[in-house]
T-cell receptor, first 114, second 109 residues
Framework: IAGITQAPTSQILAAGRRMTLRCTQD?????MYWYRQDLGLGLRLIHY???????GKGEVPDGYSVSRANTDDFPLTLASAVPSQTSVYFC?????????????FGEGSRLTVL | GQNIDQPTEMTATEGAIVQINCTYQ??????LFWYQQHAGEAPTFLSY??LDGLEEKGRFSSFLSRSKGYSYLLLKELQMKDSASYLC??????????WGAGTKLIIKP
């Protein structure tokens, strides 16, 4: 089934540890995004990539890094996790290089940092 | 600053009609989007408006007034499966989506 796969679906992590959230899509979409979703707040963009080989910073990039070595994969890395990074993380993609607003989301990764 | 406002929670009865409002203030405007998100699941695209007026898609309709910075999502013939959060988002001049916090819709039998 075509779509976006995220892993892990859930993780508890000690503060200070390094963590990579994986995201893979098989729709050959150009653009990919990482959002975090916190209770009472709208989705906030962390990083994005308009096409393979390029990345950009979103609204809340500090403490996170991404890479886009190929079209399909867009991992998000927390170099040294802190409790404020406890959140649900969604990876998303769109067919075009620019954001047209119609996004396809993965099922999310629930991360708890203790 | 950029801001999207929508009610936190609404309750409606199965079979009825509900209107979820959204007001937006963003730097530039390239469209207004509604997404549905069931608890514990991913958001899914519902509708897109860039011109003033009503767009109808089955039981769901979405309205936009650019001059008022206002949109609403209208759900008719409510079903229990419509219980979800509804997210309003505006695409700004930099083609970044600015999201509201979502409206949790509770459907009662």
């Amino acid at each position: 089934i075509a779509g976006i796969t995220q892993a892990p679906t859930s993780q508890i992590l000690a503060a200070g540890r390094r963590m990579t959230l994986r995201c893979t899509q098989d729709m050959r979409h150009n653009a990919m995004y990482w959002y975090r979703q916190d209770l009472g707040l709208g989705l906030r963009l962390i990083h994005y990539s308009n096409t393979a080989g390029t990345t950009g910073k979103g609204e809340v990039p500090d403490g996170y890094s991404v890479s886009r070595a190929n079209t399909d994969d867009f991992p998000l890395t927390l170099a040294s996790a802190v409790p404020s990074q406890t959140s649900v993380y969604f990876c998303a993609s769109s067919p075009t290089s620019g954001n047209t607003g119609e996004l396809f989301f993965g099922e999310g990764s629930r991360l708890t940092v203790l | 600053g950029q801001n999207i406002d929508q009610p936190t929670e609404m309750t409606a009865t199965e079979g009825a009609i509900v209107q979820i409002n959204c007001t937006y203030q963003t730097s530039g405007f390239n469209g207004l989007f509604w997404y549905q998100q069931h608890a514990g699941e991913a958001p899914t695209f519902l509708s897109y408006n860039v011109l003033d007026g009503l767009e109808e898609k089955g039981r769901f309709s979405s309205f936009l007034s650019r001059s008022k910075g206002y949109s609403y999502l209208l759900l008719k013939e409510l079903q229990m499966k419509d219980s979800a959060s509804y997210l309003c988002a505006s695409l700004d001049s930099n083609y970044q989506l600015i999201w509201g916090a979502g409206t949790k819709l509770i459907i009662k039998p």
